[in-house]
């Protein structure tokens, strides 16, 4: 596969994932964009040892996680000022806001599970991105349903 | 789905354009060379010190062997405090599969951890060596001075090395320690998230 169609393919994806994480558009461009960037040095040496969403995903997971150190290190300002012309996004439908909203409530490795979870992974699969066992994987994705769902049932939804 | 709140299809109504993949490589290129550059700029930086005193060395022929031990432990000194720069390097571009984030988080805390140890005793050897050196060096030409001379230069060199020692060396360590612990209480925070 190649970069370019890695690239169309996830890109969405990635960036959903990155708004569960971050919910705010900015940092969540950045991150997919960071992603994107190991994606694109590592190609050469992925072996196929797992799926590509996998290892893309894991890539995507990792760079969340690891965004406490960036935010010192890198000034927000560096993105390029045409991508903020291709948004489309500034009035993001207020249910999905408000679905960002309780994900970012969630604990930081919670926000992961159930965005790979949202985002149509199986549990083997997110498993295999987080580092958990399967059985483990199960109970955190439903406690975590629990807990949106009685958030959007006690906003009215 | 279980629950009668469709939060997939929720999820799924967010879309944004995907950027041109150009911009991307712009921005991967210039990361690059930038971080390339820092890393060429420190070893230049290496290079010039050891050239500078191999020179000095070369040209004044000292023939006290205080002097060439001095030299050495100099030269030595410059080599430990980049020594640390060049390791971070390796240790970031070793990975070879992406781990999957539980192990990864575990790296980072260990490479949190390494960093912390090395600031904290690198630092002090540095300095040791470094003034060691420069003592030792000195000895050769302060023994051609009248011993009011010698007194006099060795005090001030000792004061600055006193000043260095007792005043700057602790507070760089306090603050490039306050940096990394935060950023390791962090770390060790989602890492106990993973074991819940």
Known sequence: MNFETIYKTYWQKVFRLCMGYANDTDAAKDLAQETFIKVWKQLPKFRNES??????????????????????????????????????????????????????????????????????????????????????????????????????????? | METNVDLRKIWNKQKIETPKVEILYTKANKLKSRSFLKLIVVNIALLLTITFIGFIWYYYQPELVTTKIGIILTILATIIFLLPFNKQFSLLTKNKTEPNSKEYLQQLIK??????????????????????????????????????????????????????????????????????????????????????
Request: net charge positive.
């Open chain 1, 51 to 157: 799926s590509i969403g996998t290892w893309i995903f894991r890539i995507a997971s990792n760079t969340c996680l690891r965004q406490i150190q960036k935010d010192n290190k890198m000034p927000k300002s560096e993105l390029p000022l045409d991508i903020k012309d291709q948004i489309i996004d500034t009035n993001i439908e207020k249910d999905i806001q408000f679905l960002y909203h309780c994900i970012s409530e969630l604990q930081e490795v919670e926000r992961i599970i159930i965005s790979l979870e949202l985002e149509d992974m199986n549990q083997k699969e997110i498993a295999e991105i987080v580092g958990l066992s399967e059985g483990n994987v199960r109970v955190k994705i439903h406690r975590i349903k629990e807990k949106l769902t009685q958030k959007f049932k006690k906003n009215g939804n």
């Open chain 2, 111 to 196: 490479l949190k951890e390494i960093q912390v140890y090395e600031q904290n005793t690198m630092l002090s050897i540095y300095f040791i060596i470094l003034s060691l050196g420069i003592g030792l060096y000195m000895f050769e030409y302060v023994s051609k001075m009248t011993i009011t001379w010698g007194i006099i230069t060795y005090a001030i060199t000792i004061l600055w090395f006193a000043i260095n020692w007792f005043y700057l060396r602790p507070k760089a360590i306090t603050k490039q320690n306050a940096k990394l612990n935060k950023l390791l209480v962090e770390f060790e925070k989602l890492n106990n998230q993973m074991n819940d």
